[in-house]
């Protein structure tokens, strides 16, 4: 798929409305994920390790295959080696032939799909059943898997009684009961006549020699015991030491895909018992690499092993809500995907790239922390690489020049940005959609302005060194103004390092090393502060974000950690200084619904807006479900449909929620996000430091 065809394919997918069902789908997971961790005493800790076993594991990969193969032989077990998905075709394709297999049964199919084993089966003449309910659906459509665990979800009733009815030669009623009684009758005569079974694995267990399935309907355990040959198809990254670590992840799986404790069915499975009647039974275990050793070696992709298949990441992903997996997405569907995807099926596939915001919420959803965002962007480094950056992402990447520019010509970019002539010529020769809302720039920058606003206290109580960013430099430096003052007068030492902004547009982008380049300069002038007692603060939540997560992976470095160890939210800070009573809020009156934008998730969420709204006497609440609101910085400007029209599509819900709240105003710390929700609501959107008004206390 080219960058056009997938253009294409979203503004589809918008015109349709998205896809019918899957919203809700989403929500089920989320929802049911925070009602399974609320019963954790500590899921924190549970988290961490779990990232412990993988990290342990995939370091150890070769060890714990050994281990594992000696013990599956010693059970009784065939292993196999297929080093790409050609040679895992062939061998069980080989299996089955030996065994003069005219019918196979499947359940956990997802490693299949990527080898795509059902079309060699069935071009050698063996009838191939999925047995798994979303697995049949999607065999039947002849698709490809829309969500990792839910792989049908985007089918309706009536389009699955469609299928089944044209199955069964008969009508079936669009209801579920009548489709299920009808998959029931007719795998109850494939499971009894099945020459062979073949299983994927959710876990292997190296001690044991044992693989472990986990389900929530059982048909893995038929195909696993009624035919007389049992093939295994499992990733050498699913080998764990012990049986206590493989129990871990599974409860892990559960709580993150669907908010059970465990999955219905967990079965442990090595070497076969004969049955009477059914003499050489016979376990096969095909231990697929197709591209793991190879990311095993990378120090970005090798996080991608981590990976339990829980999509946990697909369920807080606000473009795959609007277009689907089949649109975002190849055979490996949603954020992990995307890795996934460019590894091993290549990089051509994995123009899908393109659909993320780098929100970074699938990251706060992993069950095992996979840097899925910083992945991504290397994905999209390499496609740059490759094909050169989109146009319209060119110039979005120059930001930081455009804004210095304005800036320095406030009165004329003002009302370029204000001409609708003009404004179409921008969209035509830059990208920038016409319709997008640029907010107006200040005549005099935040540098321009200190001059007048900074003093020296006495005796200092601390130190800050503020980081603007582009937004508080060049838009709306009075707030950042009115920020210095504030803590001058709290008896609070302000200094405006000479940085450059956060560059996280490059992340976003998949300019990695530009990134780097922004990321190094900018510790090197915060560590000159750091070093002397400094805090580092930002009033834009992606400044903070960027710092303390996203310089220390770029660089990985002691100067870049300590950086982001002394980097504190301004909301924070002022939280701080208020329950010390060092400062005072005036009172707040009203309802004002808040935005928490995606990266203050990552720090401290709403905590610090709602407590100090609340203090005031604002009633506030949080609205959101938990997904990104669609601007996703400039993302939101581009013109065409992976730009503002995917993104007002991501916004739409939000739009609607806030609409409906009865709310006075909205109030979120993102700069972007209230230009994004002041377009798509028509409401006043405020900075919390336009509606809070502080005094220092002596």
Same mark, same amino acid.
């Given at each position: ?123 050698? !003449? ?16 002849? #698709? ?44 109850? =005569? ?27 309907? !059982? ?17 050498? #990254? ?6 206590? #670590? ?225 937004? &508080? #430099? ?16 709290? !008896? ?24 780097? =380049?922004?990321?190094? &300069? ?11 007692? &400094? ?56 309802? &004002? ?106």
């Amino acid at each position: 798929m080219t960058y056009r065809e997938l253009e294409r394919a979203v503004s589809e997918s918008i015109r349709r409305g998205g896809v019918r069902g899957l919203y809700a789908a989403m929500l089920r997971g989320l929802r049911g994920r925070e009602r399974a961790i609320a019963e954790f005493e500590d899921y924190a800790s549970f988290r961490a390790g779990v990232r412990a076993i993988k990290e342990r594991s995939v370091e150890e990969l070769e060890e714990l295959v050994r281990e594992f193969v000696r013990n599956a032989e010693a059970r009784g077990a065939k292993v196999h080696f297929a080093a790409d998905a050609k040679e895992a075709c062939e061998i069980i394709l080989g299996i089955a032939e030996r065994a003069g297999a005219r019918t196979v049964v499947k359940s956990k199919s997802l490693t299949s799909e990527e080898i795509e084993l059902n079309g060699v089966l069935e071009g050698a !003449g063996i009838e191939v059943i999925e047995t798994d309910l979303g697995e049949r659906i999607i065999q039947l459509a002849k #698709e490809r898997p829309s969500h990792l665990v839910f792989p049908a979800i985007h089918r309706t009733v009536e389009e699955v009684a469609g299928l089944f009815s044209a199955e069964a030669g008969v009508r079936l009623e669009p209801e579920i009961g009548a489709v299920l009684r009808y998959v029931r009758e007719r795998l109850r =005569r494939k499971f009894l006549e099945a020459d062979v079974g073949i299983n994927g694995a959710n876990v292997a267990i190296a001690e044991l020699g044992a693989v472990v399935l986990e389900t929530n309907e !059982g048909n893995g355990r038929l195909v696993a015991s009624l035919p007389r040959i049992q093939i295994v198809l499992l990733g050498i #990254e699913k080998v764990v030491s012990t049986v206590e #670590e493989a129990l871990m992840l599974a409860r892990s799986h559960a709580v993150a895909a669907t908010g059970q404790r465990l999955t219905v069915y967990v079965s442990v499975m090595g070497g076969r018992m004969e049955l009477p009647g059914s003499e050489g039974r016979e376990l096969h275990v095909v231990l697929l690499d197709n591209g793991r050793r190879r990311m095993r070696e990378d120090p970005v992709f090798r996080e991608a092993l981590y990976c339990i298949r829980c999509g946990a990441c697909m369920n807080v992903c606000a473009p795959y809500s609007v277009v689907g997996g089949h649109v975002f997405g190849h055979i490996y569907p949603g954020p992990i995907g995307i890795p996934w995807t460019a590894n091993v099926h290549g990089l051509d596939r994995a123009v899908f790239a393109h659909l993320c915001i780098s929100c970074g919420l699938c990251r706060e959803v992993c069950p095992v922390e996979i840097n899925i965002p910083m992945m991504i962007a290397r994905v999209k480094e390499l496609d740059a690489e490759s094909r050169g950056f989109p146009w319209v992402n060119r110039v979005m990447m120059a930001y930081e020049r455009f804004g210095a520019l304005a800036s320095r010509f406030a009165p004329v970019a003002n009302w370029a940005l204000r001409s609708r002539t003009f404004r179409w010529l921008m969209e035509r020769l830059l990208g920038l959609d016409r319709d997008a809302e640029v907010p107006p720039f200040a005549e005099r920058s935040l540098r321009a302005r200190l001059g007048r606003v900074m003093r020296r206290p006495e005796n200092p109580v601390m130190r800050v060194a503020l980081f603007p960013d582009f937004f &508080y #430099e060049y838009v709306r430096p009075d707030l950042a103004e009115g920020m210095i003052a504030l803590l001058q007068e709290t !008896g609070i030492e302000v200094d405006v390092p000479d940085v450059r902004t956060s560059g996280y547009p490059l992340v976003a982008y998949g300019d990695l090393k530009g990134a780097m =380049r922004i990321a190094e &300069y900018n510790v090197r002038v915060l560590r000159e502060f750091t070093s002397r007692g &400094y805090l580092v603060v930002s009033l834009e939540p992606t400044a903070t974000y960027a710092l303390k997560f996203v310089y220390p992976y770029l660089l990985r470095n002691e100067a870049s950690v300590e950086v982001a160890g002394k980097t504190v939210e301004a909301l924070g800070l002022l939280r701080e200084l208020a329950a010390s009573g060092r400062l005072s809020a005036r009172p707040v009156r009203g309802r &004002y619904g808040v935005h928490v934008p995606c990266h203050q998730r990552a720090l401290s969420g709403a905590e610090n807006v709602l407590w100090l709204l609340r203090r005031a006497g604002a009633e506030a609440e949080v609205v959101g479900d938990g997904m990104c609101c669609g601007m996703a910085g400039t993302f939101g400007m581009k013109a065409g449909p992976i730009g503002r029209k995917l993104s007002q599509a991501m916004g739409r819900r939000l739009f609607d929620a806030f609409r409906s709240g009865g709310f006075d105003a909205i109030v979120t710390e993102s700069s972007v996000c209230a230009l994004h929700l002041r377009s798509g609501t028509g409401m006043r959107v405020l900075h919390p430091l336009e509606l809070l008004r502080f005094e220092a206390r002596s």
